[in-house]
Nanobody
């Protein structure tokens, strides 16, 4: 089992950048694929991107491709989400998640979730 805690959320102006971090505790973090999702009020949880257990492969949703970057540090048991060129529509609660597999894009494929961190982008 693994516990996840996100940090780094906050208020940023449109066009700005923010870096979210997800710290993991528990066993076998390096064996998990990781993902980032977000959920805006009244909307479903949206997949943003994922990274393989080794950190060698990343994949992104079209909505954030080229603006968001995921990185994984197995030695530190962290996974980060670098967000650039932020837009007001990026406002949401952001979640990290852990699961087993190669390419995980849906919520049901992930086994463990953090509590989320709020990101607000002002226009």
């Amino acid at each position: 089992q693994v516990q996840l805690v996100e940090s780094g959320g906050g208020l940023v102006q449109a066009g700005g950048s923010l870096r979210l971090s997800c710290a993991a505790s528990g066993r076998d973090f390096r064996s998990y694929a990781m993902g980032w999702f977000r959920q805006a009020p009244g909307k479903e949880r949206e997949f943003l991107g994922g990274i393989s257990w080794s950190g060698g492969n990343t994949y992104y949703a079209d909505s954030v491709k080229g603006r968001f970057t995921i990185s994984k540090n197995n030695a530190k048991s962290t996974v980060d989400l670098q967000m650039n060129s932020l837009k007001p529509e990026d406002t949401a609660v952001y979640y990290c998640a852990a699961g087993w597999g190669i390419i995980l894009r849906t919520t049901v494929e992930y086994n463990y979730w953090g509590q989320g961190t709020q990101v607000t982008v002002s226009s």
